[in-house]
C-alpha cells in the first residue's frame, strides 16, 4: 500500500514569515500534485510535478520533487493571510493511475 | 461550465437508511472519482470509473455502491447507513484515465453527511 506522509499537520504563522511543508513517501510516484482547499469548498489544483528533481514556482509558491519521485515540498515566501487554507499533496500511483492524497496541512496565517 | 456538481449539501440519516449521492459533470470527462474526507485523514479514494459502465473499488469500498451509466453522472450509494460513513464526500472528475501518469482532479463542493 503505498502512503503519503505531510508534515507539519498544523502550522500557525505570521504575516511575512516563510514555510515549507513536506509531503514523504517511501513509494516512487508518477507525478504528485498539490491542491489547496479552502472550509467549505473542494480541493482546487495548484500544480503538477512530473519528473524527478523538477522545481516549479507559481509567485510565492515553490514546488519541488525529489530526485527519486518520492518526495515533494511546498515553500511559500513571505506568507499572506490569504494563503490559510489546506494544503494536500496527492501521489499518481504507477498502476491504475489512482490518487493517493496525503493527510493534509492545516495553515494559518495571522496579519 | 458548471464544471462537478454534487447534491445534496447536506444530508442527515439514521442508522440503517439508505440514500444516493448524486454527482454530475459537465466537462466530457472520462475519469471520475468518489472521496470522503474525515479529520486528519486527508482524502480516500472510495470508488472510480474510467468510463461509463466501467467502476472499480478504491481504498475505503465498504458500504457503498456506484454505477456509471452515462458519461456525466457518477452517483454513490449508500446501502445502509452507519455511524462510521459520517464524513465529507468529494466527486471528483479528470481528463485522464487510469494509467496516464498526469491528470488534474476537479473537485466538486462536497456533501456534508451525517449519520446518527
Known amino acids: 500500500t503505498q502512503l503519503l506522509e505531510q508534515s507539519p499537520q498544523f502550522l500557525s504563522i505570521q504575516e511575512g514569515e516563510n514555510l515549507t511543508v513536506y509531503c514523504n513517501s517511501s513509494?516512487?510516484?508518477?507525478?504528485l500534485q498539490w491542491y489547496r482547499q479552502e472550509p467549505g469548498e473542494g480541493p482546487v489544483l495548484l500544480v503538477t510535478v512530473v519528473t524527478g528533481g523538477e522545481v516549479k514556482k507559481l509567485k510565492r509558491l515553490t514546488f519541488q520533487f525529489g530526485d527519486a519521485r518520492k518526495d515533494s515540498s511546498l515553500h511559500i515566501t513571505a506568507a499572506q493571510p490569504g494563503d490559510t487554507g489546506l494544503y494536500l499533496c496527492a501521489g499518481a500511483d504507477n498502476q491504475g493511475g489512482k490518487l493517493i492524497f496525503g493527510q493534509g496541512t492545516e495553515l494559518s496565517v495571522k496579519p | 461550465n458548471a464544471g462537478v456538481t454534487q447534491t445534496p449539501k447536506f444530508q442527515v440519516l439514521k442508522t440503517g437508511q439508505s440514500m444516493t449521492l448524486q454527482c454530475a459533470q459537465d466537462m466530457n470527462h472520462e475519469y471520475m472519482s468518489w472521496y470522503r474526507q474525515d479529520p486528519g485523514m486527508g482524502l480516500r479514494l472510495i470508488h472510480y470509473s474510467v468510463g461509463a459502465g466501467i467502476t472499480d473499488q478504491g481504498e475505503v469500498p465498504n458500504g457503498y455502491n456506484v454505477s456509471r451509466s452515462t458519461t456525466e453522472d457518477f452517483p454513490l450509494r449508500l446501502l445502509s447507513a452507519a455511524p462510521s460513513q459520517t464524513s465529507v464526500y468529494f466527486c471528483?472528475?479528470?481528463?485522464?484515465?487510469?494509467?496516464?501518469?498526469?491528470?488534474?482532479?476537479?473537485f466538486g463542493p462536497g456533501t456534508r453527511l451525517t449519520v446518527t
Open positions: 513509494s516512487v510516484f508518477s507525478s
Open positions: 471528483a472528475s479528470s481528463y485522464g484515465a487510469a494509467g496516464t501518469a498526469l491528470y488534474e482532479q476537479y
